[in-house]
Structure formats: structure tokens, C-alpha cells
């Protein structure tokens, strides 16, 4: 005869354990650096530095191919900053079982950045709402693209 206690142990382990990821959502977002100082009317440069869950891969910024969505960051327009030229990885060339040519990926860990020009004005601490929209690929199986939204946020003077 089972233990009944033992049965009941069983649910008191936090539903997380039980949680999977679902299929394509790929990228961890590891931490977010701002280099520079943010004063008004100063200039900074974010860093966006996240990582691919291994197994998977996403195509880069320059897709191998027009089919394939490669991989955007985009920062909503916020009074008090001036979005720069956004700044990818070169991707990796990965050649995948049944596709003819290689793809432009990003596997493990890369890095993003954007300059970011404060105006005299700009009140700080300044939030930017950003969005790392990306296509994750297992093999040659692709899934729904996927969006990770966070907020780039520029400290105020200390």
C-alpha cells in the first residue's frame, strides 16, 4: 500500500516545476548597460545583451533569406530621447539538415546597442519602452515569431 502522504507531497511543489516554455519563445533578455552618462543634452548608447536557450537558434538582423524574419529592436518614441542607428552582430553562417544554403543566425549569447542623444530638456530618470521582435528555429523547423518587450531606462544624475 502507497503512502497517502506521499501523493500529497506531490502537490506542494510549486507549479513552476511543472511549467514548459512554450515552443519558440527563445530569447532571455541577461541584462541591459548603459554606457555614458545620461545628463540632458548628453548622448548615450544602450546595451542590450541577451542570450538564445540552447537548442535553438534565431535569425539575425540580415536573414539569409527575404523569407526568413530576421531579428528587430525597436524603442517607442519617448519624449526627452533621440533613437539612434540601431547596432547588430554579424550573424553566424549555420548550415541546417535539409535546407540548401546556410542561415544567418544568432545562437547563444549576442548583443545589441543603440545610441540614444537626450535632449536639454530630457527629464530623468527617462524610460523607453523597447521590443526585440525574432523568428527562433529548431533545425529547420521555425516557429511563430516571437516579441520581448522591456524598458531601457536612463538613471537619473547621482
Do not use: W
Request: aromatic fraction near 6%.
Amino acid at each position: 500500500m502507497r503512502n497517502p502522504l506521499s501523493l500529497f507531497g506531490l502537490f506542494l511543489l510549486p507549479l513552476p516545476m511543472f511549467a514548459q516554455e512554450k515552443p519558440g519563445q527563445a530569447v532571455i533578455l541577461d541584462r541591459i548597460e548603459i554606457k555614458g552618462q545620461a545628463i540632458p543634452g548628453g548622448k548615450v548608447v544602450a546595451v542590450i545583451q541577451a542570450h538564445v536557450t540552447k537548442g535553438y537558434h534565431i535569425h539575425s538582423n540580415q536573414p539569409s533569406d527575404p523569407r526568413y524574419i530576421g531579428t528587430r529592436l525597436t524603442l517607442e518614441a519617448t519624449a526627452g530621447a533621440k533613437v539612434g542607428t540601431v547596432a547588430y552582430p554579424k550573424g553566424e553562417l549555420e548550415k541546417v539538415a535539409g535546407l540548401d544554403k546556410p542561415l544567418s543566425v544568432y545562437d547563444g549569447p549576442f548583443e545589441i546597442s543603440v545610441p540614444l542623444g537626450l535632449g536639454a530638456s530630457a527629464k530623468l530618470p527617462l524610460t523607453i519602452p523597447a521590443t526585440l521582435s525574432y523568428q527562433a528555429c529548431r533545425g529547420a523547423v521555425c516557429y511563430v515569431p516571437q516579441k520581448l518587450t522591456f524598458d531601457i531606462v536612463l538613471p537619473a544624475r547621482q
